[in-house]
């Protein structure tokens, strides 16, 4: 679900470069108008002014990211390390920005898969990913993490998607995969995973919901 919003943010960017496009967008309204232009490659309505707004938040990341090869260097690496995890484990989290999975798991470069989407669920991508991770690069160790105050248990999957055709003139034809219970939905996803023919090399599958009040994590029994 997550990635078919990903992909989706990079077609609008991919339209935005057409010659002609970028000035018609520019010319719109506010950041969420709609602009129901209809010339854009599928002929459908898209969003105005949510690409070339600035961006400062992105300058300043990327002004850090300039110092990464300084500062990897200081902390001793050299060179790629081996793509295969070193710890054989791949963690699927909620996209949250308070879950610091690396800080949390206390993972280094080059340690482990981290997948992430909006709720941490099970979609068909991250079942893409995981045999991937597993059948290509070796992992065996799954970690589900969903957390409490999840923005995925304030929503609806029919009531988000109603709100967004309202808003853009599109229905999405992804389910948005909100869930009631955060619990059930670990132990639905710990289900889905211990039982896809493509992950049978699983040795250890578990779930936790992060506690984003105390940073604590909580085990979900099956
Ligand atoms: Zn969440």
Known sequence: MAMSVQRQV????????????????GAVGPVGAVAPTGTGAV?????????????????????????????REEAGLRGALPAPPELGVAVVACMDARINVEALLGL?????????????????????????????????????????????????????????????????EWSVQAFENVEEDVRLSLRILRSSPFL???????????????GALVEVPL
């Open 43 to 71: 002929g459908r309505p898209r969003p105005a002014g949510a690409v070339d707004d600035g961006a400062t938040a992105t300058a300043t990341l990327l002004t850090y990211a300039a110092g990464n090869p300084a500062r």
């Open 108 to 172: 280094a470069e080059g340690d482990a898969h981290i997948l992430r989407n909006a709720g941490g669920v099970v979609t068909t991508d991250i079942v893409r990913s995981l045999a991937v991770s597993q059948n290509a690069l070796g992992t065996r160790e799954i970690i589900l993490l969903h957390h409490t105050g999840c923005g995925m248990e304030m929503i609806t999957d029919v009531g988000f998607r109603d709100q967004l055709e309202r808003d853009t003139g599109v229905r999405p």
């Open 10 to 25: 990079v077609t609008d960017v991919n339209e935005s470069a057409v010659p002609g496009q970028a000035a018609q967008r």
């Open 200 to 214: 049978q090399a699983t040795t250890s599958v578990r779930g936790f919901v992060y506690q984003v009040d105390t």
